[in-house]
């Protein structure tokens, strides 16, 4: 069947990311301690990629730390002060091997109810290494913590992780959360990184419709490749279809002002998009004196080239604040 036979290629592409990170925090880009449990064969990764790397989990971090900690400001009206406890989910769609939940609760920093969600095989995986070490199960701190579904899935207070195809989201997808507590009431932080580029856009499009149209407030992170187009992002596009991995989602959605209109035509309240060069201007001094220290880096251009390729977007919605302005990063 060649739909499955494509699926095999796309869930690979979490071996290529992890091992990426893992080179990246054995550099000291980053400092994860739990990557290198996902990782069979470490390989070292040229200075382009692991500044990437460094970039977009730098990015991400930052962008739901601030989520946890009420520091998303609001556009209209005053920031929710930071001593008001607010229960909280996140939902990272097509999570692979992310360690993020991980990583932010050892750190003291946990939502009401964390999700991950991806195919049944790579979360058979993810289960699996999470059950057997630790420094996982340390973290999770639950002694109530429970396997189901044939080691595929993982249940505890604050951290399911869930099986299944976001292509079916409302039917397979839906039924799974909201039966582990999921709350549409609650403010909802969805992250895909590298994750709905690999979707047919009608199947991403009833993501973003689905959840604009039935949570109460919700912040929708997504991290992608743009400019299919111009000479590198075709070449970018070429090298990927010779390993057999396609990226619907990137024809439907190639630049910066299409991916805010993948949510502003849907009805959200805000929607912005920068591309990693932008995102990389904002490091602040001692930060790019740091990584520039790690190792050699001097393919300035092809990294200025490499970065105009990736963006991330952020969008909020908020229902029933009677205002359009409400929420923004
Ligand atoms: N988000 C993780 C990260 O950034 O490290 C993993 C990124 S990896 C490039 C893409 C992930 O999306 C894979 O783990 C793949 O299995 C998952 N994925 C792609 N399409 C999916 C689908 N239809 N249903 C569930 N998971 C999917």
Known sequence: EPR??????IKGTDDDAIISKLSAVNLAYLDDPFVK??????????????RGSYLRTRTLDLITEQFIKNEIKSAS???IPSTTPIRKQIVSLG?????RYFKLKAKGLSVHKYFEIDF???????????????????????????????????YSKDYCLLSGDLREFEDTILPKLKAQ???????TLFLSECVLIYIEPKDSDAIVDWVGANMTASLFVVYEQINPTDAFGAMMLRNLKA????????????????????????????????????????????????ISSLEIFDEVEEWQLLASHYCVAWACHVHGSGSKADGAA
């Open 95 to 99: 999570c692979g091997s992310d360690t």
């Open 181 to 187: 507590g999921f709350d549409t009431s609650l403010p």
């Open 120 to 154: 049944q095989e790579s979360s058979a995986k993810k289960a699996a290494t999470i059950k057997k070490n630790k420094a996982f199960t340390d973290v999770i701190g639950d002694p109530d913590l429970k396997v189901g579904l044939g080691g595929t899935e993982l």
């Open 243 to 290: 390993r057999n991995i396609e990226l619907p989602g990137i024809h439907a959605y190639p630049s910066l002002k299409s991916q805010e209109e993948r949510f502003m035509s849907r009805g959200w309240t805000l929607a912005q998009a920068v591309d990693m060069n932008a995102l990389h201007d904002t490091l602040p001094e001692t930060e790019l004196k740091r």
């Open 4 to 9: 499955m036979a494509r699926d095999d290629v």
């Open 77 to 79: 009206s005053p920031t």
């Open 37 to 50: 449990y996902f990782v069979k064969r470490p390989s070292r990764r040229p200075p382009l990629i692991n």
